[in-house]
Nanobody
Framework: QFALVESGGGLAQPGGSLRLSCATS????????MGWFRQAPGKDREGVAC????????FYADSVNGRFTISRDNAKNTVYLQMNTLTLEDTAVYYC?????????????????WGQGTQVTVSS
């Protein structure tokens, strides 16, 4: 049975940092592209960052480029999202997801497995 379990969310101040983790099991993570998505109240789910299966390529939404960093440790079956210089607009539930498609990018339909999400709240 597959599982993706996010952790590391919480409350942060504007300008602060958080590091999200997504521990996976039940599938061979090193053959999957991994993505982080987020959904704020009343908004559609949007792609934040994604990383190819072999860690060579990463992609970021314009809104987080230069502030967020996605990485993966295939030996630990875990993907990370380092979030720096947080803003109020980063408040959302953050989800990690796995895709077998090398061109998955931020298309949610391309992702097969999803976690349950972790809340990130940025507030002063």
């Amino acid at each position: 049975q597959f599982a993706l379990v996010e952790s590391g969310g919480g409350l942060a101040q504007p300008g602060g940092s958080l590091r999200l983790s997504c521990a996976t099991s039940g599938f061979t993570m090193n053959t999957y592209a991994m993505g982080w998505f987020r959904q704020a109240p009343g908004k559609d789910r949007e792609g934040v960052a994604c990383i190819a299966s072999r860690r060579v390529r990463t992609f970021y939404a314009d809104s987080v480029n230069g502030r967020f960093t996605i990485s993966r440790d295939n030996a630990k079956n875990t993907v990370y999202l380092q979030m720096n210089t947080l803003t109020l607009e980063d408040t959302a539930v953050y989800y990690c997801a796995a895709s077998r498609r090398p061109d998955a990018f931020f298309t949610t339909d391309h992702y097969t497995y999803w976690g349950q999400g972790t809340q990130v709240t940025v507030s002063s």
